[in-house]
């Protein structure tokens, strides 16, 4: 089934460049299949999250049947065809993201309060500003190149939750690199420095070295099929497809 004519479904797009054909450097809709380059040299992740100010964990905040649900739901009517990228957008027309979603939405201001700081949480919750969803399929082995995700588009805080397989995320920024062990029902926060300052990228791995809390003993964990959503506010004007507007 094809999500995209789905009757009062948000606005869909599967295709690569559909929002995306624009001149910025920042690496957006990407094919992540195949490594681009020869990957860096891994650094052991851990699941504490790094030293960046803007970057928040919130480990396991997913109860494990909502994970399931949202994973059946991502199987069953986005990962239908062979896309393993799909974007989902609101707008005044279509002003809801699909109902599957309904759940986590529901959730977030119960993960969210206690940690963020209020402007931040309330861009996040309650702006009138259109929404984007992107559900992302990640096979052992595929990645996402080292972005910054686009500045003029997209408004801070970008949540990401991960669904299914582990994977570790890396962050660098001048010379500096750090890199997150996101497990499944792990949800974070990329804002402020973490979210504009800093790169954020999935090597093209099979497998990744993780380090136990201490920094101590090392082991090897395998990938398995990874799903995230990201969810992100659009800035104003930036939801017109086909008009970049810049
Ligand atoms: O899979 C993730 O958690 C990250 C996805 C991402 O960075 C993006 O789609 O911009
Ligand atoms: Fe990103």
Aim: aromatic share 6%; charged share 20%.
């Amino acid at each position: 089934m094809d999500p995209g004519s789905r009757e009062g479904s948000p606005c869909f797009s599967s295709s690569r460049n559909s929002l995306f054909d624009s001149d910025d450097d920042e690496v957006e809709q990407q094919d992540r299949e195949s490594a681009p380059e020869a990957t860096s040299t891994p650094i052991a992740a851990s699941s504490t999250p790094p030293p960046i100010p803007g970057l928040f964990l919130f480990p396991s905040a997913l109860p494990i049947k909502l994970q399931h649900s949202l994973a059946a739901a991502l199987s069953s009517s986005v990962w239908t065809s062979s896309s393993n990228q799909v974007m989902l957008f609101t707008s005044t027309e279509r002003p809801s993201l699909p109902s599957f979603l309904d759940p986590l939405l529901d959730l977030l201001p119960e993960i969210l309060s206690p940690v963020l700081p209020p402007p931040l949480l309330d861009l996040i919750l309650h702006s009138p500003l259109p929404r984007q969803a992107i559900l992302n399929l990640y096979r052992p082995g595929m990645g996402i190149t080292p972005h910054v995700d686009l500045p003029h588009r997209y408004e801070d805080g970008i949540v990401g939750v991960s669904l299914v397989g582990s994977t570790v995320m890396d962050f660098t920024h001048d010379g500096e690199a750090h890199s997150l062990l996101l497990r499944p029902g792990d949800v974070y926060v990329l804002s402020g420095e973490a979210r504009f300052g800093w790169k954020h990228g999935i090597a093209y791995r099979e497998e990744d070295w993780i380090s136990d809390e201490t920094g101590g003993e090392l082991f090897l964990l395998k990938r398995r099929m990874r799903m995230s959503i990201t969810l992100r506010r659009m800035k104003e004007g930036a939801n017109v497809v086909g008009d970049e507007g810049e």
